[in-house]
């Protein structure tokens, strides 16, 4: 069975940083991709970030230049650097891993931007 742990959340000023990690435990082979997503008070969850095998990334417009994902690959670790942090990036944040049979969801983390 697998299981992603996120840490790394918690509140933060306006303008601030955080770096999200999610690990993956158990056994799991050729994540194609990994990705964070986040739902925002009153809102759907939205794809922020997606790194694909080959480390090409997209990202959301609203963190595009503020936020930075990358993995690490013997580790089966995806982080998620944030910066300039805004109130508006207030979420719980999901990790999301895929290989070609299964997809994994994190349990979430919240991240709260806030004076």
């Known amino acids: 069975q697998v299981q992603l742990v996120e840490s790394g959340g918690g509140l933060v000023q306006p303008g601030g940083s955080l770096r999200l990690s999610c690990a993956a435990f158990?056994?799991?082979?050729?994540?194609?991709?990994m990705a964070w997503y986040r739902k925002r008070p009153g809102k759907q969850r939205e794809l922020v970030a997606d790194?694909?095998?080959?480390?090409?990334?997209v990202y959301a417009d609203s963190v595009k230049g503020r936020f930075t994902i990358s993995r690490d690959h013997p580790t089966n670790t995806s982080y998620l650097q944030m910066s300039s942090l805004e109130p508006e990036d207030t979420a719980v944040y999901y990790c999301?891993?895929?290989?070609?049979?299964?997809?994994?969801w994190g349990q979430g983390t919240q991240v709260t931007v806030s004076s």
């Open positions: 158990g056994r799991i082979f050729k994540i194609n991709n």
């Open positions: 999301y891993f895929a290989t070609r049979e299964w997809s994994y």
């Open positions: 790194e694909q095998k080959d480390s090409r990334a």
